[in-house]
């Protein structure tokens, strides 16, 4: 799978996480389709359709519409869907919005969102919560991932089924940073472990080949791509989903407290149209795909059968038994109050964060549906 971030990632200590990761580009939870690339630099368009660097606008959007910038990272892909869908059926444009998604890699995507100069961007849990512990004021407004999508694969018959499986053997992570590590630090949480227990090896973005061909017992993945690719390639594997052991705050629409503030009617149209195409992505993969070609037709990767399949992946982490009856982008208390603590716990947070102020319900409308 192509990592969305490549370059210029600044590493997270397991003493010094917090304030590492406030230079993040974005969380390396998010991974598309394909093999490692550079990163191309952020563009972004006032027209309609797609630049060569993947920046794409609302299509038909009227001039009198409020322009916002939304920062989805790197390169277009079909994990974006649910944005891609608010484009394509006019949610944005109902909203009176002209948004531009720019890819490409940010630096200092956080501060810069922080500072209001990035109205809008997709971030991880940890992300947030490492921002604020910085100082850096941003939020989740809404939340796409209910259940954390990072998961440990190995192939079938080394025996790593279980988080205490992994006792003394070889474990592949792309880097000491992100959420394949916060992930590998969890399964090794649960079963009274520490890196000391296991061979950590850093691999890069390589997992596939890594555990294909045997070079790790087994290696951290984002759970809808790797072993998606394995199992359409015939490649039988074992895997521990994070989430079944400690489920945490996951990938979602951020925005700072100044825009929340000074502009609270624009978050709440923001995050209207993203529940509604939230809710779109779920009850149809098949035309949220369809309409994420149509929006950036690089989506559809070298692959797009397996795009597809990706995306169909993708969608069964975008609900959860914890969240069923609750609004579309619904921010789960339990989820942020879970992962501040494990965060702190680990020394990936170097100053305790009240996980209260990392999200906010206040913009999360039940009349835009609900989980069932």
């Known amino acids: 799978m192509r990592s969305l971030i490549k370059k210029d990632v600044t590493k997270i ?15 390396l939870f998010l991974a598309a389709c394909g093999d490692p690339t550079v990163a191309p630099a952020p563009s972004t368009t006032a027209a309609s359709g797609t630049t ?11 001039g009198g519409n409020q322009a916002v910038t939304l920062a989805l990272s790197y390169i277009p892909d079909v994990q974006f869907a649910p944005y891609y869908v608010a484009q394509d059926k006019g949610y944005f444009t109902k909203e009176g919005l002209n948004v531009t998604f720019q890819h490409g890699t940010i630096d200092n995507l ?18 947030v919560l490492q921002a604020r512990a910085g100082g850096i004021p941003v939020r ?16 079938k018959g080394k025996g790593l089924t279980t ?4 006792k003394g ?11 394949n590590y916060i992930g590998l630090k969890v399964l090794l949480a649960a079963a009274h472990l520490t890196e000391d227990d296991v061979k950590v090896t850093n691999i890069g973005f390589t997992q596939r080949e890594a555990i294909s061909q045997g070079k790790v017992d087994g290696a951290m993945v984002y759970s809808m791509n790797e072993p998606v690719q394995l199992a359409n390639a015939g490649v039988a594997v074992d895997v521990i989903q994070v989430s079944s052991v400690t489920n945490l705050a996951s990938v979602g629409l951020i925005t700072s407290d100044s825009v929340i503030s000074s502009n609270p009617q624009l978050v709440q149209k923001m995050v209207r149209a993203v529940q509604l195409g939230i809710r779109d992505t779920i009850a149809n993969p098949d ?30 982490y975008m609900t959860s038994d914890s969240v069923k009856g609750q609004p579309y982008g619904y921010n ?34 039940a009349d835009q549906g609900i989980y069932s």
């Open 110 to 127: 956080m501060a810069l969102v922080g500072q209001g100069k990035i109205q809008f961007a997709l971030a991880s849990g940890d992300e």
């Open 52 to 62: 060569a660097a993947g920046a794409t606008t609302a299509a038909g959007a009227s």
């Open 13 to 27: 200590s397991a003493r010094g996480a917090a304030l590492a990761g406030l230079v993040l580009v974005l969380s």
């Open 287 to 316: 035309a949220a795909f369809d309409s994420s070609i149509k929006i950036a037709p690089d989506s559809k990767g070298s692959d797009p059968n397996l795009s597809k399949l990706v995306l169909k992946e993708m969608v069964k």
């Open 163 to 166: 988080p205490a499986s992994l």
């Open 140 to 155: 989740t407004v809404a939340t796409q991932y209910q259940k954390y999508p990072v998961a440990l694969a190995s192939l």
């Open 169 to 179: 053997k070889t474990i592949g992570i792309p880097g000491q940073y992100g959420s």
């Open 332 to 365: 789960d208390p339990k989820l942020w109050e879970t992962s501040a603590q494990f965060l702190l716990d680990n020394k990936l947070l170097q100053t305790k964060v009240d996980s209260s102020t990392a999200f906010t319900n206040d913009y999360i409308k």
